[in-house]
């Protein structure tokens, strides 16, 4: 079993619509969380950040975090057809390297 | 500011033929890392730099894989003899005091026939 796992998608939703992204984590001394936005051809780019448990909310997106569930999840508001990439979570502990999710796949439709 | 810069961007080759890839990591960042990615998955660390020192290679095929840092700054990867395996993409990230805040390259895609 992976450390970080998602759902591969693809997750297909019309423009406006808000879009929930989940990651699960099986190491319980993950303690930084991360949403990375990686569109075709081109490396991933870090969206959001955040620490322990709890939400953080950065424009349209909102990174939230359970602990105690080891559950991840991105909510995107208002999607947009440039919304439409892979969205890789990863996880690490204090000082050690990033464990990411194999990414799902999003698709908005105009 | 300009970003990772990776090189080639494509590559393929014969199996049992050696490749390099080629990475420059946004100036002043510190921490260089190599991930290998394949097709529906996420990256997967192969080896860290801090500065010119390699201080997390543990994933990294030793026995055909080699990397190096010169002068802490550029770096480079290699595989000889390549494998049909080995076709992926190569990302490349740097990052400056914090591991969590990497910044990748467009990546190496390679393909072995």
């Known amino acids: 079993q992976k450390e970080v796992e998602q759902d591969p998608g693809p997750l297909s939703v019309p423009e406006g619509a808000i879009v929930s992204l989940n990651c699960t984590y099986s190491?319980?001394?993950?303690?930084?969380f991360m949403w990375y936005r990686q569109y075709s051809r081109k490396g991933p780019e870090l969206l959001m950040y955040t620490y322990s448990s709890g939400n953080k909310e950065d424009g349209r997106f909102t990174a939230q975090v359970d602990k105690s569930s080891k559950y991840i999840s991105l909510f995107i508001r208002d999607s947009q057809p440039s919304d439409s990439a892979t969205y890789l979570c990863?996880?690490?502990?204090?000082?050690?390297?990033?464990?990411f999710g194999g990414g799902t796949r999003l698709m908005v439709k105009p | 500011e300009a970003g990772v810069v990776q090189s080639p961007r494509y590559k393929i080759i014969e199996k049992k033929q050696p490749v390099a890839f080629w990475c420059n990591p946004i100036?002043?960042?510190?921490?260089l890392y190599w991930y290998l990615q394949n097709l529906g998955q996420g990256p997967e660390l192969l080896i860290r730099?801090?500065?010119?020192?390699?201080?997390?290679d543990s994933q990294l095929p030793k026995d055909r894989f080699s990397a190096e840092r010169l002068k802490g700054v550029d770096s480079t990867l290699k595989i000889q003899p390549a494998e049909l395996g080995d076709s992926a993409v190569y990302l490349c990230?740097?990052?400056?005091?914090?591991?969590?805040?990497?910044?990748f390259g467009p990546g190496t895609r390679l393909t072995v026939l």
């Open positions: 190491n319980s001394a993950f303690q930084y």
């Open positions: 990863a996880s690490n502990n204090a000082g050690n390297m990033l464990t």
């Open positions: 100036s002043g960042h510190n921490t």
């Open positions: 990230a740097s990052s400056f005091r914090n591991y969590n805040e990497q910044f």
């Open positions: 730099y801090e500065n010119e020192e390699a201080v997390d």
